[in-house]
């Protein structure tokens, strides 16, 4: 993971500005999560009990890696039987790549969506768990 992510493309005279990874995470994960078509982002039970009782971990499902090719950003969702994947993964690439840079004013070099599985519609909630639960065997 980035330890921080600096602003460097631009000399400011009031000083350095800085953006914790988290706040990417989230930003991205935020931006992904509003594509319609998106179901939910991946992540781990204990991320699922907290939404469970009104926690969201926004930053789910995302990660970020900082490379000599600049900052990529790594999204991983499930998504709603009946969509067009490619449709949606282009959506979710272009929304996450507009909020980083409306937000942070930070170019990103990639950003890959990763489909972990197709929801059905009448999924139960002990369902997704056990998706995960396949996520943590791995």
């Keep these: 993971m980035v330890d921080s992510v600096r602003d460097y493309q631009r000399p ?3 000083g350095e500005i800085e953006v914790a990874p988290e706040v990417m995470e989230i930003i991205a994960g935020i931006a992904a999560n509003e594509v319609n078509g998106v179901y939910a982002m991946q992540g781990k039970i204990t991320k ?10 926004h930053k789910k ?10 900052l990529k950003v790594e999204i991983y969702c499930y ?3 009946g969509v067009n994947v490619p449709e949606v993964a282009r ?11 409306h937000m ?4 990103l070099s990639e950003v890959n969506v990763h489909i972990a599985d197709i929801v059905p519609e009448k999924t ?15």
Excluded: A, C, Y
Excluded at 48 to 57: D, H, L, V, Y
Excluded at 61 to 70: A, K, M, P
Excluded at 104 to 107: C, G, K, P, S
């Design 79 to 81: 998504l709603k039987f």
């Design 48 to 57: 699922k009990m907290n939404n469970i009782f009104g926690k969201t971990n």
């Design 91 to 101: 959506t979710i690439q272009r929304k996450v790549r507009e909020q980083i840079l």
């Design 124 to 138: 139960e909630i002990q369902d997704l768990f056990d998706l995960d639960g396949e996520e943590d065997e791995k």
């Design 12 to 14: 400011n005279p009031h």
């Design 61 to 70: 499902g995302v990660h970020l890696i900082s490379d000599e090719d600049g």
């Design 104 to 107: 942070t004013d930070i170019t």
